[in-house]
């Protein structure tokens, strides 16, 4: 796909499916956005949040980046898009759940493992930022088997970042008091690109469950 196969999609979209859906479209830009749900994912183009939760406009608030990490809370005045976008989430949008969902084949992951280390200069911000999931490598390293092959102990780098992201989430002061006064909910998901089936962390059981007993739960 290149640019002019986008321009011909967004002649298609105008004329099919906003067409079906305009009176949504102009809803929305007559009473603002209102999302219940932030959701932090990772900027590979094979994951797509509202193709993956059947979703549509207005749903999501969706916060991307390399690898779903979140980077603790620091009180400067530097630029933090995604402190930026969790902020804005929790005390503007005032969201009921954030959604840090992790997924299969993640180059950010994998990368941490590489022997090789990223002496580009022009990567310089991209070296930086892995640093962010360091402490799910280490984890994993210290912790499992000598004879986990290396897609197990990337599968598990995944989940196990994911759910670090979400302390990380409490490090800021209006996530830690919503969801200390119950009215804010943390959920780390992972998302297999393949079989397109999504885990989510029990914390009772302290385990990936599916999804989908989750959605039995709430019924």
């Known amino acids: 796909m290149n640019i002019h196969d986008i321009i011909t999609g967004s002649e298609a979209f105008k004329q099919d499916k906003y067409k079906k859906y305009e009176h949504k479209f102009i809803s929305l830009a007559q009473q ?5 749900i932030l959701f932090i994912g990772c900027c590979d183009s094979r994951v797509v949040p509202n193709l993956i939760t059947n979703t549509g406009p207005g749903d999501l608030f969706i916060m991307r980046n390399i690898g779903n990490f979140v980077p603790p809370y620091k009180p400067d005045e530097d630029f933090h898009a995604t402190a ?5 989430a929790v005390s503007v949008l005032e969201v009921e759940d954030i959604i840090v969902c992790g997924h299969s084949q993640c180059g950010a992951i994998a990368s941490l493992f590489k022997s090789e280390k990223l002496e580009n200069p022009s990567l310089i911000h991209v070296k930086k930022w892995l640093e962010i999931g360091a402490e799910a490598k280490n984890f994993v390293t210290k912790h499992i088997p000598e004879d986990f092959s290396k897609e197990d102990k990337l599968d598990l780098t995944e989940k196990v970042s994911a759910i670090l992201q979400l302390d990380n989430l409490l490090t800021y002061p209006a996530v830690k008091e919503r969801v200390e006064e119950g009215k804010l909910f ?3 998901w992972h998302y297999d690109i393949a079989s397109c089936e999504i885990s989510y962390y029990d914390s009772h059981f302290q385990e990936y469950l599916p999804l989908s007993q989750a959605a039995k739960k709430e019924e």
Do not use: C, D, R, S
Request: proline letters at 8%.
């Open 32 to 36: 603002g956005q209102h999302p219940k």
């Open 84 to 88: 930026a976008a969790i902020e804005y």
């Open 186 to 188: 943390l959920n780390a």
